[in-house]
């Protein structure tokens, strides 16, 4: 946890930065969700930001001492180390001391011809040269300032790295109680130990039909279906009812919308998917682990497995253009269902132009709403949550064990070279999509159409693959065989002990 990459070493934070940085994003959320009821999305996400930002982990880094102890620097024996069995004449020994000549660099000194009459000289000069080392007493000789290290940075992957390192081997709670030590949270009545704020229902009003009013909306929405799709059946259907109530919905007047609930599965969901890739390879780069990530969680992704599942059809609304939204997108995603590279769906409109097309933010809200929801009936158990997240997601995470989907955009950087891409981009102008057209060196430009930039870019990114003969999904080891089974998250990613006989244990 507290060796950066540039050291060069057999292992560093990174693995463990990834893992903390979800966890830490998981209990944050937790918290503020938990601790103001009354606040709306934005600012739930706001505080949360506010609470993890590299400003607030680096002030505590720096608090606690943590940046001395981070370990930056390849050891290099000319110029940080002690060489092997080298030993100094006493007296050449007391005087290099009383010079002020730190011990690592002694070996400099003595390996220098008449080292004895020049001695004053050498050391000025090395002193010179190795100003930085004066405070080596006080500092490790790694020290960040020695490798020209951001300090924040470092700073905020130590706390991250710590945490991910505390949940491994102690578990949830020796995570969370570090966390509390941690005080990132200045109110010392506060804990990250959330078992004493447990919710118990989402329902507004205190009328005496409040009650009568989230069982008529459960039952005319025909909710005990959704409950078997899912293969959860709340003990508080007022979990269910909000999860499903698109903020445009006149329907349902007793819960709010789905929006906090939302606010809260994203959180949970991003951290259990990340503890189910960690689990899944040791060999897995921070980099891949997030590309994974990415893909399982974003909007498109979530969309689809409402779809799949028919959540779709349960979610209340009054929206006649969020009707319109849903329809083409299912009707699209028929089209497409055989596709081999539907990572991304698009509409092709000839072979020079591709239009990405718009996927309906309200169905991966509503799936991220509905764990949020089943998180908090079921006593916010993890274990719960992620049965269900598995039953959704089944169809996704068994293509997982067969491919990586591959970021379009980087990926033909990395083929091309940067220095022959080129992008042109159109923002969007009244109903016209955004374009982006992308100049290939010896390749004709193609076009990319989408709902904003980002989207336009990632379209034509991937047609330009596609004219290189080059796009395809990225094998982590070469191809495998699909698996009937889902790799297991870690167990103790939820509670217990996870370092036993020297290796980690993956089953659930």
Not at 89 to 100: F, V
Not at 411 to 427: A, M, N, R, T
Request: with cysteine.
């Amino acid at each position: 946890a507290f060796t950066l990459r540039s050291s060069n070493d057999e292992f560093d934070l990174e693995r463990l930065e990834v893992l903390g940085d979800a966890f830490l994003k998981f209990s944050i959320g937790e918290y503020v969700f938990l601790s103001f009821m009354d606040d709306h999305e934005g600012n739930l996400s706001l505080k949360r930001s506010g609470l993890v930002c590299n400003k607030t982990l680096y002030g505590l880094a720096k608090k606690l001492g943590l940046p001395n102890f981070l370990q930056t620097g390849k050891l290099d024996p000319k110029v940080n180390g002690f060489l092997p069995g080298f030993i100094a004449n006493p007296t050449i020994a007391k005087k290099l001391c009383d010079l002020g000549l730190n011990g690592n660099l002694w070996h400099q000194v003595l390996s220098t011809k008449d080292y004895v009459k020049l001695v004053k000289i050498c050391v000025y000069k090395i002193l010179c040269e190795f100003d930085k080392y004066r405070q080596s007493q006080e500092h490790c000789v790694s020290s960040c300032l020695a490798g020209g290290i951001d300090l924040k940075a470092c700073g905020r992957e130590a706390i991250q790295a710590l945490i991910g390192a505390y949940l491994l081997v102690g578990g949830s709670k020796a995570a969370r109680r570090f966390m509390d030590w941690l005080r990132i949270v200045e109110n010392k009545d506060s804990s990250f130990m959330s078992d004493a704020r447990i919710v118990n229902k989402t329902i507004m009003s205190t009328e005496y039909w409040a009650e009568r009013e989230v069982s008529r909306v459960y039952h005319s929405n025909c909710l005990d279906r959704l409950e078997d799709e899912i293969g959860y059946t709340f003990n508080n259907k007022s979990f269910l009812v909000q999860a499903v109530t698109h903020p445009s919905a006149i329907q349902n007047k007793v819960t709010d919308c789905y929006q906090r609930l939302e606010f809260l599965g994203d959180a949970v969901l991003d951290y259990l998917i990340t503890g189910l890739i960690y689990s899944r390879s040791k060999q897995y780069t921070p980099g891949k682990i997030t590309d994974i990530r990415s893909h399982l969680v974003k909007n498109e992704t979530l969309a689809k497995v409402a779809v799949t599942v028919n959540l779709h059809k349960y979610l209340v609304y009054s929206n006649s253009k969020l009707q319109a939204s849903i329809d083409r997108f299912i009707e699209l995603l028929d089209d497409h269902v055989d596709d081999e590279d539907n990572d991304e769906l698009n509409c092709e409109e000839d072979t020079e132009v591709v239009e990405d097309i718009e996927v309906p933010k309200a169905l991966g809200d509503m799936v991220e709403a509905i764990i949020g929801a089943v998180y908090l009936d079921s006593q916010q158990s993890l274990h719960q949550t992620w049965n269900v997240i598995e039953k959704l997601m089944s169809s996704v995470l068994l293509d997982l064990q067969s491919a990586i989907p591959i970021n379009c955009i980087r990926k033909l950087y990395e083929v091309v070279g940067s220095g022959d891409i080129e992008f042109e981009c159109k923002p969007p102008e009244d109903k016209e999509p955004a374009r982006v057209t992308v100049y290939v060196k010896d390749f004709k430009p193609v076009k990319g159409l989408g709902k904003n930039i980002r989207v336009a870019k990632q379209a034509a990114a991937k047609l330009a693959l596609k004219k290189k003969g080059i796009f395809q999904i990225k094998r982590p080891n070469g191809p495998l065989k699909k698996s009937p089974k889902i790799p297991k998250i870690i167990p103790e990613l939820l509670t217990g002990r996870l370092l036993i006989n020297n290796h980690f244990t993956l089953f659930w």
